[in-house]
Nanobody, 112 residues
Framework: HVRIEESGGGSVQPGGSLRLACFYS????????LSWHRQGPENQREFVAR???????KYGDFVQGRFIISRDNDKNMFYLQMNNLKPEDTGLYVC??????WGRGIQVTVSS
């Protein structure tokens, strides 16, 4: 069993930044694609970002250069740096490993 846990969410004003972190518990976990998704107020799930085994990254269209996904395999961690946040970025951000192991999500609220 692999435990996935997010941290770093919270409230921020428009234009602000947050850094989300995701920890996966199992040592010697195979290097797999790691992703972030988010759920909006109407519970629609939206792809945010993914980083592959070779560090190749992919982002949702709405990101437009504002977010950066990264990983640290030695620490079993991956991150989502979010800059220039907008109110429409508000939602529950969920990380996953290979689409198999999912965290519970962490709330991000962007409002003035």
């Amino acid at each position: 069993h692999v435990r996935i846990e997010e941290s770093g969410g919270g409230s921020v004003q428009p234009g602000g930044s947050l850094r989300l972190a995701c920890f996966y518990s199992r040592d010697n976990f195979p290097i797999v694609p790691l992703s972030w998704h988010r759920q909006g107020p109407e519970n629609q799930r939206e792809f945010v970002a993914r980083i592959g085994e070779t560090y190749k990254t992919k982002y949702g269209d709405f990101v437009q250069g504002r977010f950066i996904i990264s990983r640290d395999n030695d620490k079993n961690m991956f991150y989502l740096q979010m800059n220039n946040l907008k109110p429409e970025d508000t939602g529950l951000y969920v990380c996953d490993a290979a689409g198999l192991y999912w965290g519970r999500g962490i709330q991000v609220t962007v409002s003035s």
